[in-house]
T-cell receptor, first 113, second 110 residues
Framework: DTEVTQTPKHLVMGMTNKKSLKCEQH?????MYWYKQKAKKPPELMFV???????INESVPSRFSPECPNSSLLNLHLHALQPEDSALYLC????????????FGQGTRLTVV | GIQVEQSPPDLILQEGANSTLRCNFS?????LQWFHQNPWGQLINLFY???GTKQNGRLSATTVATERYSLLYISSSQTTDSGVYFC????????????FGKGTLLTVNP
């Protein structure tokens, strides 16, 4: 099983809302990632968790707040987003952060109105 | 950090044709992956290939790590092969971040 599950698949939120994106994997992977992808662009790394600790933050604005409650779950808490934050948010996991194959979820398509 | 360049940016084929997509990278890598992104946004793993050659059906890939490039071959293309193909690399010099190229948009016409 190489499945990474993301919920919800679609999300529309207002600029004053608070929402969360969820990601789950049961492959025993110890590295998990959030990527953001705008239309016609490649995915861009936002955060990396390694062994449930934040390893990389690519200078992401604080209105995006990641959380890794355990080795299988990764959340992305959203607050006071801007319309330009509308994008496809992709979660991924791999056995470790260094050199193993990464698997991606189906993504959450976020629209900020 | 590592630079990943893909070519061509766009490719239009007739069904049944063969194609070669290229990925050049600027640093030694310990991970290289090829993905196909379908119209719904799902990134589908095609190959994990930091070096050597692999084949899976009509697709094959070769990475020449010493010369810092990888090739993805698609034979007898089908309309379902349409979509964006991404190459992504990790290197120690980039803190092992998985960095994507800009992709190749493949359109296969019937």
């Amino acid at each position: 099983d190489t499945e990474v599950t993301q919920t919800p698949k679609h999300l529309v939120m207002g600029m004053t809302n608070k929402k969360s994106l969820k990601c789950e994997q049961h492959m025993g992977h110890r590295a998990m990632y959030w990527y953001k992808q705008k239309a016609k662009k490649p995915p861009e790394l936002m955060f990396v968790y390694s062994y449930e600790k934040l390893s990389i933050n690519e200078s992401v604005p604080s209105r995006f707040s990641p959380e890794c409650p355990n080795s299988s779950l990764l959340n992305l808490h959203l607050h006071a987003l801007q319309p330009e934050d509308s994008a496809l948010y992709l979660c991924a996991s791999s056995q470790n952060q260094m050199n193993t194959e990464a698997f991606f979820g189906q993504g959450t398509r976020l629209t900020v109105v | 950090g590592i630079q990943v360049e893909q070519s061509p940016p766009d490719l239009i084929l007739q069904e049944g044709a063969n194609s070669t997509l290229r990925c050049n990278f600027s640093d030694s890598v310990n991970n290289l992956q090829w993905f196909h992104q379908n119209p719904w946004g799902q990134l589908i793993n095609l190959f994990y290939i930091p070096s050597g050659t692999k084949q899976n059906g009509r697709l094959s890939a070769t990475t020449v790590a010493t010369e810092r490039y990888s090739l993805l071959y698609i034979s007898s293309s089908q309309t379902t092969d349409s979509g964006v193909y991404f190459c992504a690399c990790r290197s120690g010099g980039s803190n092992y971040k998985l960095t994507f190229g800009k992709g190749t948009l493949l359109t296969v016409n019937p």
